[in-house]
């Protein structure tokens, strides 16, 4: 039977900081139950290993933060869902967690005989993020790079995703350092997802994105562009607010990236998200969530996610 964290282990801040248990706050920073030696950080590169009951792996990456990577992951692991596709949605931004939120999901995990994680869930997608474990919305992760690598592998190792998963979708903190390259050297990955806004700056740190991907012999299944373009309510005028798509286009066809989706710069989609209800719930019908299931089909062709062809209705909202 699945048991409570208990207390004495949750992640709380005032744990997360105390001189007195380096046992806790350095090898084990999820403060996980342990049985037997727990094992140290070995140098060169670590072997890979497959996630248990998780058929392929996703990563959604975008080397500049706020443009809209958690809002795409979230709404990528609803379709998947919707699609047929038992998913899951692990959030690996230690920094700054955004997954409870868009779930709308903040209670403790339980723990399996097996002192396991086991993922929350709600819309019929299985979730985990450090931010179910900081017992506050405002406390930092105030962490060096040992302890934010360690507390990559518990997340990415740690976790029970039985009976199985068809596809699971990391939520990668924007940038292109220590924890991406730490788990794409600690899990074989299907493949990544790059997500920018049309603005130049974005454009270019996507482009480092793309490198780095390259780099650590992870293909790039393609791009989706987010806040492209906006409609005016009362005259449908289309406004694209943070430039035209020409660089991002020129980016796709100098890597040989396929151009996987264009999401609009709507309200709603910023809002549903702040409620804890994402687009592809909250409005199951509209353009937007349309564009969100166009990308999960257009994915899953790619890594070769077997039936998904049909959607789903009936995914409690």
């Not at 987010?226 to 005016?232: A, R, W």
Request: hydrophobic fraction near 40%.
């Amino acid at each position: 039977m699945p048991t409570k964290l208990p207390p004495s282990t949750l992640l709380v801040p005032r744990r997360f900081f105390s001189s007195t248990t380096p046992k806790h706050s350095h090898e084990n920073p999820l403060g996980l139950p342990q049985k037997g030696t727990i094992p140290r950080f070995q140098r060169g590169l670590p072997a890979k290993r497959p996630i248990p009951s998780v058929a392929h792996i996703i990563a959604i990456s975008s080397a500049k933060g706020g443009v809209g990577k958690s809002t795409i992951a979230a709404n990528l692991s609803l379709a998947f869902t919707r699609l047929g596709h038992r998913t899951g949605l692990l959030d690996t931004d230690l920094f700054g967690p955004s997954v409870p939120t868009l779930f709308s999901l903040n209670s403790p995990p339980n723990l399996t005989p097996k002192n396991q994680l086991i993922p929350l869930t709600n819309y019929g997608v299985k979730t985990m993020s450090i931010g179910y474990l900081i017992g506050s919305e405002s406390a930092p992760i105030v962490w060096r790079g040992p302890m934010l690598l360690k507390a990559i592998q518990q997340l990415l190792h740690d976790v029970d995703w039985s009976p199985g998963l068809d596809v699971l979708v990391l939520d990668l903190p924007p940038g292109t350092g220590d924890i991406q390259l730490s788990i794409t050297q600690q899990i074989p990955l299907s493949g990544a997802v790059i997500v920018t806004t049309p603005h130049t700056l974005a454009v270019k740190d996507a482009v480092k994105g793309v490198e780095m991907f390259e780099k650590v012999d992870v293909p790039v299944l393609g791009l989706v562009q987010n806040m492209s373009l906006f409609t005016c309510p009362c005259c449908s005028t289309k406004t694209p607010v943070f430039g035209g798509t020409e660089g991002v286009k020129k980016m796709c066809e100098d890597y040989g990236m396929e151009f996987l989706g264009d999401v609009p710069l709507h309200p709603n989609i910023g809002e549903d998200a702040s409620r804890g209800k994402p687009t592809v719930v909250a409005e199951p019908e509209s353009e937007r969530a349309g564009v969100f299931m166009d990308v999960a089909r257009r994915l899953g062709e790619k890594i070769g996610l077997g039936g998904g062809g049909d959607e789903v209705m009936g995914v409690k909202a």
